[in-house]
């Protein structure tokens, strides 16, 4: 396992010399790479100076700041300033290189030419002994290094001075390797060899080499990343394993040199006698200290518990390697209230209640939930139409259960709600498997409501009108990356039967007469014909939709969610829905984010803003077959925005885990071609508590 002590670099290393080299990385971070090229070369010319004055830098500090004013010069077109540079760092360093990022190729060009020029100026050894090696071999492997290292080939430059090493050790060789590891970003072995090129340089007596070595040594040690483990409190037999090499119990809480880039902990071990799991793969950058907090969670299936039952000799060490029978449950309970009002005078108050009883070592679920939708409204549509105020109340009731003991599950859920006049229920199912590790999760659903629309005075025996929907479903849950999710779906809606408002009445007008966007129910009253028939819409439509939504934790303190939403459907309207939430994580127990949504629509084809009669010969007044006056099938763009929060109550390592969630959000709508209204402003807000219990 690669988790060592730290190298204390040898006292007389050059301090000085590792802070220059830090700086020039911190100016090409920061100037060069944000195209500040004249701040760049200011500070870059000051350092040059400096570095001239006694004590005078070393020379691969000086080279590293005549390639930083190189690729500036290049990068603003100088070339022969910057091949001058360039040539400047050679003479001060002959192995010096470009970095490895930030590079473009006007840099990249100039750097080869003049490299290839000072190369010609500066025949090199062509014989191992004039290199300092003995070994022919060696010394071949040793150029070939080279070369791969001036190609930006860091594996084959390792591979290739260690096989010269094997054969030889020379102390310039290993130095080398020590700069190919440190690109390949392997500052643990990239350490180690530049401290045994240090020792050998210094019992040589070769001065030059040992100060190349200090200089590597101290620009080294602020590059050794850092790790160390929280335990779960009350776990037995825990067992951790760090890039699959296990880590001692004893020294867990220690902290380890490791390199930098992504590493993989995976943790076993029993809480409440039974056997968990727990896998986390972690980006950790140059010098970053990162704890990684054990977080034991069930498993269908450890791989602690695979383990034992393919070591087992019988049925009953087979049932001592599963989970206990005293498998533990959650208990999620909430609570919410809603409110909407809107300019157009609708009102809106929804409280709600849901629960969910889930067992994660058994696989099954069940749970149910109850909202109540209490309306009043007195919007331009009711009041042409109807009374001056509307009030309804609904009820809405969903329970819904699943089992899924391994790699495939199913779950089904049941709903109805009812209004005065209105009568909805529905049920759906849907099936997943999990595959590649559970990194892709597909599901299949269908689902199938029946629902019927009355007149709040008439019975339904003596009044209703039926429609059907038929739902099919199909997607899956892809895991991107460790910090990423993907979701996709697609689904398509057939619904059948007369969807018309048993209410609302359409004013027809004579052709030729105008009636503008917005238009009040007085100038519309005022120029409408006498007759008014109900609204009609066609008895068949099938909705389509292309749905996809992304999770992506950003930094370990914040989760992007994106999610779009194509639709299209028979009566021709075309939408697109975009909603982006980031959550922020203040604090172990606060979590905020703003929230933005857009949709943007089409109209149905039939749709009109204002509808025409026609006289027939025989008398009769001919009138479109479908007509409507709703405005949500109108061309309109919605856009809401607000700021959402949610506060921990408890500790995260209580068994109880209560929140308190709040939400709120500014709608604005733009109708394009509706009938007493042009606009609408909306304001939602919902507070919920939350509670989780084992």
Not at 85 to 103: F, M, Q, R, W
Not at 109 to 114: L, P
Not at 295 to 307: D, F, I, K
Not at 485 to 501: H, I, N, P, W, Y
Request: net charge neutral.
């Amino acid at each position: 396992m690669l988790l060592v002590a730290i190298v204390a670099a040898p006292a007389r290393a050059r301090a000085d010399d590792a802070s220059v080299i830090a700086a020039v990385d911190k100016i090409q971070r920061d100037d060069i790479s944000n195209a500040n090229f004249g701040e760049a070369k200011k500070k870059l010319k000051a350092m040059l100076e400096k570095c001239g004055k006694k004590p005078a830098c070393g020379p691969n500090a000086v080279a590293q700041i005549h390639l930083a004013l190189g690729m500036v010069n290049a990068q603003i077109g100088r070339d022969d300033e910057a091949k001058q540079e360039y040539t400047d760092a050679l003479n001060a360093d002959a192995s010096s290189s470009l970095p490895a990022t930030g590079v473009t190729d006007p840099m990249k060009k100039v750097f080869a030419d003049a490299q290839k020029a000072w190369i010609a100026a500066h025949p090199q050894p062509d014989d191992s002994s004039k290199a300092g090696w003995q070994n022919k071999v060696a010394f071949d492997f040793a150029t070939a290094a080279t070369q791969a290292d001036q190609q930006g080939n860091y594996v084959d430059c390792i591979q290739k001075d260690r096989a010269a090493l094997q054969l030889e050790e020379q102390p310039r060789g290993r130095l080398h390797l020590a700069g190919c590891e440190q690109k390949a970003s392997k500052i643990i072995d990239a350490l180690r060899d530049a401290q045994k090129a240090f020792e050998v340089a210094s019992q040589r007596k070769d001065t030059a080499l040992t100060k190349a070595a200090q200089v590597k040594l101290a620009e080294l040690i602020p590059k050794i990343s850092h790790v160390t483990f929280k335990p779960p409190p009350g776990a037995g037999g825990l067992k951790v394993t760090f890039d699959e090499k296990p880590v001692p119990a004893d020294k867990l809480t220690q902290n380890f040199s490791i390199d930098p880039g992504q590493h993989h902990t995976h943790a076993e071990g029993q809480l409440s006698g039974i056997l968990q799991s727990f896998d986390q793969t972690v980006d950790i950058k140059e010098g970053e200290t990162k704890e990684v907090e054990i977080r034991l969670s069930p498993t269908a299936l450890t791989p602690g518990e695979l383990e034992c039952m393919l070591k087992a000799k019988s049925e009953d060490e087979i049932r001592a390697c599963l989970p206990k029978n005293e498998k533990p449950l959650v208990v999620r309970a909430g609570l919410d209230f809603g409110g909407y009002t809107d300019n157009v005078a609708v009102n809106v108050v929804t409280p709600s209640i849901h629960g969910s009883i889930v067992s994660p070592t058994g696989g099954w679920n069940i749970g149910a939930s109850y909202t109540l939708d209490v309306l009043t409204a007195a919007s331009p549509d009711v009041v042409s139409t109807a009374s001056r105020r509307f009030y309804d109340n609904r009820h809405a009731v969903t329970a819904t259960g699943g089992y899924k003991p391994g790699r495939f599950g199913g779950q089904l859920s049941a709903f109805g709600s009812s209004e005065k006049d209105y009568f909805s229920r529905g049920v759906n199912l849907a099936m997943t498997g999990d595959f590649y590790d559970k990194q892709l999760t597909p599901q299949l659903g269908v689902g199938y409501s029946i629902d019927t629309a009355g007149r709040s005075t008439t019975p339904f025996s003596i009044f209703s009108e039926k429609y059907t929907t038929l739902t099919l479903s199909g997607g899956a849950t892809v895991v991107a990356s460790p910090t990423s999710v993907l979701v996709l779906g697609v689904t398509a809606m057939l619904e059948r039967g007369d969807q018309s408002k048993p209410y609302r009445w359409i004013p027809i007008f004579e052709q030729g007469v105008t009636v503008p966007v917005g238009a009040s129910i007085s100038s519309v009253n005022q120029n409408r014909l006498p007759i008014r028939p109900l609204e009609h819409l066609p008895t068949a439509r099938d909705r389509y939709s292309l749905n996809g939504r992304y999770l992506l934790r950003v930094k370990s303190r914040s989760t992007l969610r994106l999610e779009e939403r194509i639709y299209y459907d028979t009566w021709s309207v075309k939408a697109s829905t975009t909603d982006v939430r980031w959550m922020y994580d203040v604090s172990k127990s606060l979590v905020v984010w703003p929230h933005a949504h857009l949709h943007a629509q089409t109209g149905a084809s039939f749709f009109q803003r204002a509808y025409t009669a026609t006289l027939n010969p025989d008398g009769s007044i001919g009138l479109p077959a479908n007509r409507t006056t709703d405005r949500e099938l109108s061309p309109l763009v919605s856009l809401g925005v607000g700021p959402g929060s949610r506060l921990a109550l408890t500790p995260p390592e209580n068994k109880v885990q209560i929140g308190l969630s709040l939400q709120a959000d500014v709608m604005y709508t733009r109708y394009f071609n509706a009938l007493f209204i042009k606009q609408r402003m909306a304001y939602y807000g919902t507070v919920g508590l939350d509670g989780e219990f084992e």
